[in-house]
């Protein structure tokens, strides 16, 4: 098992950044790649960015391409998610989650690991 902790999370206004920060931990050998989810209330959870551990091959959601950046530190452990210009509209809790797959791995089945989630709030 895969332990994740994530940080980073806020309150900011439209127009703002953040940083969210997720450690990995415990069995990551096995780790292949990693995503950032969110889940808005009254809303599912989706994807808004995965990354490939060892060729850094990124996948973001429509909404947030140009605006969000997914990158990882392989020496920490460690992957962020850069968010600029924030809207509203991306508040949400945000949890990082681990995957085994190298290619693919949109879905949330596909991911094994979960971090506790942290809360960005975007005010208008």
């Known amino acids: 098992q895969v332990q994740l902790v994530e940080s980073g999370g806020g309150l900011v206004q439209a127009g703002g950044s953040l940083r969210l920060s997720c450690v990995a931990s415990?069995?990551?050998?096995?780790?292949?790649?990693m995503g950032w989810f969110r889940q808005a209330p009254g809303k599912e959870r989706e994807l808004v960015a995965r990354?490939?551990?060892?060729?850094?091959?990124?996948y973001y959601v429509d909404s947030v391409k140009g605006r969000f950046t997914i990158s990882r530190d392989s020496a920490k452990s460690t992957v962020y998610l850069q968010m600029s210009s924030l809207t509203p509209e991306d508040t949400a809790v945000y949890y990082c989650?681990?995957?085994?797959?190298?290619?693919?791995?949109?879905?949330?089945?596909?991911?094994?690991?979960w971090g506790q989630g942290t809360q960005v709030t975007v005010s208008s």
């Open positions: 989650a681990a995957t085994r797959l190298v290619l693919g791995g949109l879905s949330e089945t596909d991911f094994h690991s």
């Open positions: 415990g069995r990551t050998f096995d780790t292949n790649g």
């Open positions: 990354i490939n551990w060892r060729a850094g091959r990124t």
